[in-house]
């Protein structure tokens, strides 16, 4: 079991830039895929980027691919979401996500275990 806590939402203006955090806490020594979605109001929650345990693959949405840079640091516990060039389309509660998957990058909510409470992000026009 891994407890998940994200931090760094916040209000942004359109083109600027945010950096979100997931610290991680309980079994960290297992091999986690881990992941970033997010779910904006009325809407279903959506991929928007993962990685492998060791760090060496990811995988974007197209929505975010060029913009956004998913990276961890397994010495600390702490996965990271670097968003630049932000657009109002970008406005939700972001979630980190872990799951053991064995060296492949699900992109689907369903496929996910555990979960952290979320941060806001909200891009102005």
């Known amino acids: 079991q891994v407890q998940l806590v994200e931090s760094g939402g916040g209000l942004v203006q359109a083109g600027g830039s945010l950096r979100l955090s997931c610290a991680a806490s309980?079994?960290?020594?297992?091999?986690?895929?881990m992941g970033w979605f997010r779910q904006d109001l009325g809407k279903e929650r959506e991929f928007v980027a993962g990685?492998?345990?060791?760090?060496?693959?990811?995988y974007y949405s197209d929505s975010v691919k060029g913009r956004f840079t998913i990276s961890r640091d397994n010495a600390n516990n702490i996965l990271y979401l670097q968003m630049n060039r932000l657009k109002p389309e970008d406005t939700a509660v972001y979630f980190c996500?872990?799951?053991?998957?064995?060296?492949?990058?699900?992109?689907?909510?369903?496929?996910?275990?555990?979960w952290g409470q979320g941060t806001q992000v909200t891009v102005s026009s």
């Open positions: 996500a872990a799951e053991r998957a064995w060296g492949t990058i699900p992109d689907r909510p369903n496929d996910y275990t555990y």
């Open positions: 309980g079994r960290t020594s297992d091999r986690w895929t």
């Open positions: 990685i492998t345990w060791t760090g060496l693959n990811s």
